[in-house]
């Protein structure tokens, strides 16, 4: 997990851009035309399960709760544990889709270094794990930042952190992600805003010198993993809402 260790030891540290401010958070509302949506409206207060998605958890938990006049999905997990809704059978045309999300995470992790997490995920046919929403904490700039990333494939285990995208916690932020089969390219805005930082594609990501290629997607995973043991906080809430996965970008 040391991605552009180096580059920070030497100092060579990319521009700072403050964060855009939060939209109010609000229903988004689900539609015949998406690949797949939940926005939590339906169902029931307290274990989350549903029929149009299953659920993978270890020293996690689920569960629909009531927040600001909506429900939204309360996700928590205790120290490296996980928790994610899961889309299977998920099918794109081409490969290649767009994804939206509502999110408040209470903390980040702090400790320990390079404390690396992953809020969505798509897995398939193929070795690489994507992971379009994920990032890491960088002791060298005592700051936990967004990433593309992947694993399992030829590229390795890495995760395409930048300065210019840090992690916010205690607000929420709506997060999109574009996965173009065309070039293997990931695209990510954050409250509306594109974030050209964070793109990577086939010849250009965080991994090893070779070709980064995706899966045939079958399912994507939405919620929260962290990959160390003994992490500061010991804990993660992380309040979900306004899932859609679509062949064309959503918004905000």
């Known amino acids: 997990m040391m991605t552009r260790l180096a580059a920070a030891a030497a100092g060579v540290l990319l521009l700072f851009a403050a964060p855009a401010a939060a939209p ?49 999905l309360h996700v928590h997990t205790e120290g490296n544990g996980r928790a994610f809704l899961k889309v299977d059978d998920f099918a794109a045309p081409g490969n290649s889709f767009f994804g ?21 995920e798509a897995t398939g046919q193929g070795p690489e794990i994507v992971r379009p929403l994920g990032g890491q904490y960088v002791p060298t ?24 995208a840090p992690s916010v916690a ?10 173009d089969a065309a ?6 805005w954050i409250d509306g805003r594109p974030q050209p930082d964070l793109t ?14 995706f899966p045939r997607f079958d399912t994507v995973k939405i919620g929260w993993q962290l990959y160390q043991g003994d992490p500061t906080p010991p804990a993660y809430d992380i309040l979900m809402d306004d899932i859609a996965l679509s062949t064309t970008r959503v918004g905000c």
């Open 24 to 72: 109010a958070h609000s229903r988004g509302g689900c539609s015949d035309r998406l690949l797949f949506c939940e926005d939590f409206e339906r169902m029931p207060l307290g274990g989350a399960a549903s029929l149009k998605w299953g659920i993978d958890t270890k020293h996690g938990t689920l569960t629909v709760e009531r927040h600001r006049g909506d429900r939204v």
């Open 100 to 120: 939206r999300l509502r999110l408040r995470v209470a903390a980040f992790p702090t400790a320990p270094d390079w404390a690396h997490y992953t809020l969505v």
């Open 141 to 164: 700039l005592d700051r936990a930042l967004w990433g593309v990333g992947a694993d399992g494939g030829p590229t390795g285990d890495w995760t395409n952190w930048r300065e210019s």
């Open 170 to 179: 205690g607000r929420w932020q709506c997060v999109e992600w574009r996965a």
């Open 183 to 188: 070039d293997n390219r990931i695209d990510i």
């Open 200 to 213: 990577v594609t086939t010849k250009d990501h965080g991994g090893n010198p070779v070709d980064f290629v």
